[in-house]
């Protein structure tokens, strides 16, 4: 946020409300607020205007970021046809300075006022930006509420279903009666200096600005991910209402892991004194306090936060990704080869987003030489905003075999102007002497399901069929696309079993690594079982067709039952790995088995044998089955599956059975 200077010019000639069947008082008419240059334009456009479009916007909302541009490709497209844009900024914590950094953004070529009271959004009744109003000629609403339906605050479709704002013009254009006349904005709620509801001893200098600085700045500050910086006081007053909305929804702080299970290092909710604390203070007219009761500022963040000089730096790739203005960017990934003549142990690792501003999240996998056999996945690191690299006690390493690739997978989210990012993992290593304990991963997976058209909640089961019989367990990532729901994952000890990790709400845009605080021994356990339940019902807002059958995939549109389980083992030991996958069921014949192999088989080429050759190669699967199943079912190493191989398994998983 740009801090305010100097004096302010305001027009306030208005008193009552717009939404009516009759015309306006003159004063609407007459209406006028200070646009960019400093000079008053009225809000409504001439009476020989057929049209005036009202848009209500912030600065730094990023909803109103994105739509920014739209906006000006409709104010285009409809200029020469009498209808008029016009954007209204009503944010107490956006400056004329703000509100002009906002245009040069955006590219928006239309007026954009600064309504420094809110008289403009009481008088409309607007409460969120973006929000927008269609008024006619004579100066009725016809239509109030949002743009389209393609965003809303987390989630976004690959293009809108509902083009709200361009059908009611055209209807209205058209002299047709407006077919829906009203929808629910969504986005940012306006920021407005509230009035005191009960009177709080709570200040922004004492208390607000502690709990600020400890749950959210590490993202809200200049230069990170948030889109707003919470290190000012008047950006936080103007927040204040929009911080308690997502609170109580649980969007921020982003933490998803239910407190009734398992413990986390890294665990980001805010304690409930806190959060009570938050909303006694904007309740109470958000005082400032005295300025003495300050803390220190957030120190800005260090490029590398290991524990020494990185011995290796590499980038995610030769240039830059180009990250478009909006729409949905599908998962991208990049291979990078790192030139280990050698095997190497990783003591440290960590990615930094070359442009934190979209990067959402960034995983990086090892990936073997073509041809090694290659039971567990190595996760290297991981990138979430305001989450610090995994925490490696001194000896721990990870094994990267010499030949190997990083894979790196990006996440990146659009901001309304088109971006670059070049993204960086930074190594620290160790010599094979210094590292006591081998970190890598297991992997949970169930590929076996078909998700029922229209069902809000389907469980899929899985589990980690081999277990190391000594180390511990360090930490769990799941993962699941857009349709799912929840996840859990239970331990299974004598007689026993315990969750140890319940993520009720499940959110695909939030990859998140959870890190136990004690982790949990491996030799004590039979097992370990995972959940994955997914919402393919019309009521999933980011459900790509609920009519559809979805099976496993890479796609976003198909869905995945997945874990990744960190671990580490004592290199001095003989560990060995035990088969945990026996089920007690109800035992079918051996023809029956090999009848189910059969059809296991008939529908995996029929999937996947895309040009029908008899045979599967890599670039015929998903990527995360090429990336982790591949050289488990390619026996003999030819680069390709045939349907001896895949009846292998199939044999022995119905044997298992």
């Excluded at 109003?133 to 004579?138: A, H, T, Y």
């Excluded at 389907?458 to 799912?484: E, N, Q, S």
């Excluded at 890190?515 to 997914?534: D, T």
């Excluded at 083992?569 to 069921?585: G, I, L």
Aim: with cysteine; aromatic share 10%.
């Amino acid at each position: 946020m740009v801090r305010r200077s100097g004096s302010f010019l305001l027009v306030v000639l208005l008193s009552q409300a717009l939404w009516a069947e009759e015309p306006t008082s003159p004063t609407m008419r007459e209406l006028a607020l200070p646009g960019v240059n400093g000079k008053l334009v009225p809000v409504l456009g001439e009476e020989t205007d057929s049209i005036s479009v009202v848009c209500f916007l912030g600065s730094e909302c990023p909803l109103a970021r994105l739509y920014g541009p739209r906006l000006e490709a409709l104010s285009e497209k409809w200029k020469s046809q009498g209808v008029r844009f016009v954007g209204i900024n009503s944010n107490s914590q956006d400056s004329i300075e703000d509100v002009r950094v906002y245009v040069n953004r955006t590219g928006i070529q239309f007026p954009l006022l600064k309504d420094h009271l809110g008289t403009a959004a009481d008088l409309f009744g607007a409460t969120r930006t973006p929000e927008v109003f269609v008024v006619d000629s004579l100066g009725v609403i016809r239509y109030q509420g949002r743009i389209d339906d393609q965003y809303q605050p987390g989630l976004s479709r690959s293009e809108p279903e509902r083009e709200d704002l361009k059908v009611a013009i055209e209807q209205l254009m058209n002299g047709k009666k407006i077919a829906v006349s009203q929808t629910e904005p969504v986005g940012c709620l306006i920021g407005r200096v509230r009035d005191v509801e009960k009177p709080t001893s709570l200040t922004y200098a004492k208390e607000i600005s502690r709990i600020l600085q400890n749950r959210c700045v590490e993202c809200h500050r200049e230069g990170e991910i948030g889109p707003f910086a919470l290190t000012d006081y008047e950006e936080v007053q103007g927040w204040g209402e929009m911080l308690l909305e997502v609170i109580d929804q649980k969007r921020m702080p982003p933490w998803h892991a239910s407190p009734d299970h398992g413990e986390f290092l890294n665990a980001r909710a805010m304690p409930e004194k806190e959060i009570e604390q938050l909303r006694e203070w904007v309740r109470g007219g958000m005082p400032f306090g005295d300025e003495k009761d300050l803390p220190s500022p957030v120190p800005p963040a260090e490029k590398w936060q290991l524990k020494r000089k990185p011995d290796l730096v590499l980038d995610m790739h030769t240039r830059p990704f180009n990250v478009p203005a909006e729409g949905t960017v599908e998962y991208q990934y990049f291979v990078v080869d790192p030139q280990f003549e050698e095997d190497q142990w990783v003591v440290g690792a960590q990615v930094v987003p070359g442009n934190r501003s979209v990067v959402h999240h960034c995983l990086v996998f090892i990936r073997p030489p073509d041809g090694e056999d290659f039971r567990r996945v190595r996760w290297l690191t991981g990138f979430v905003p305001g989450q610090l690299p995994m925490d490696l006690p001194e000896d721990y390493g990870i094994l990267v075999p010499a030949g190997s690739r990083f894979v790196f997978q990006m996440h990146y989210t659009p901001t309304g102007t088109e971006e670059e990012d070049l993204s960086q993992l930074a190594l620290l290593l160790a010599d094979d002497e210094d590292v006591t304990h081998e970190v890598s991963t297991l992997i949970g997976i169930n590929r076996d399901f078909e998700i029922p058209p229209n069902e809000a909640s389907y469980a899929v089961d899985g589990d980690v069929t081999y277990l190391p019989d000594a180390g511990k367990l360090i930490g769990i990532a799941p993962h699941m696309h857009v349709r799912g729901k929840a996840f859990s994952v239970d331990i299974v000890r004598d007689g026993e079993r315990d969750t140890v990790l319940d993520v009720p709400h499940y959110d695909f845009n939030w990859q998140h690594f959870y890190q136990f605080k004690e982790p949990l021994p491996l030799a004590e356990l039979k097992g370990i079982k995972f959940r994955s339940v997914f919402d393919n019902s019309e009521k999933n807002p980011v459900n790509p067709d609920p009519e559809q059958y979805v099976t496993w995939g890479d796609q976003t549109w198909e869905e995945m039952a997945l874990a990744f389980f960190t671990v580490a083992t004592p290199r001095a030991q003989n560990v060995r790995y035990r088969d945990t996958s026996a089920k007690s069921v109800v035992t079918i014949s051996e023809a029956e088995q090999k009848e189910q192999a059969s059809q296991f088989v008939a529908r995996f080429f029929e999937r996947f044998d895309q040009n029908k050759d008899g045979k599967i190669l890599r670039s015929e699967l998903p990527i995360a089955m090429d990336r982790y199943g591949f050289h488990e079912l390619d026996r003999n190493r030819d680069g390709f599956l045939d349907p001896s191989e895949v009846r292998r398994r199939a044999d022995a998983e119905f044997r298992r059975r």
